[in-house]
């Protein structure tokens, strides 16, 4: 019996998280000009915060650039000869 208890709670958390992640995409695909606001930590710090806004296309590119220069970095690494 216990088991199966488990079993359906689990399955019901990855169903919710599945309905999040489908909630959140459609959100997010609905208006890409829609401004999203984000706190962000500041650096040395463990109050301080920052507070950046910007559309929702702006936040996909910077993201994108993002994965971009980490890909170049981690490619790059063993070219050093290190």
Do not use: F, H
């Not at 998280?17 to 695909?29: C, Q, W």
């Not at 994108?64 to 490619?75: G, L, Y």
């Amino acid at each position: 019996m216990r088991i199966v208890t488990l079993g359906l709670g689990a399955l019901a958390m990855v169903a919710a998280t599945a309905s999040v992640a489908r909630d959140r995409k459609a959100e997010t695909n609905a208006d890409p000009d829609k401004i999203i606001c984000k706190s962000e930590q500041n650096t040395g710090s463990r109050l301080a915060q920052t507070k950046r806004c910007m559309s929702a296309r702006d936040w996909a590119a910077e993201k994108a650039t993002n994965q971009q220069d980490i890909e170049r970095i981690q490619a790059n690494r063993y070219k050093t000869g290190n």
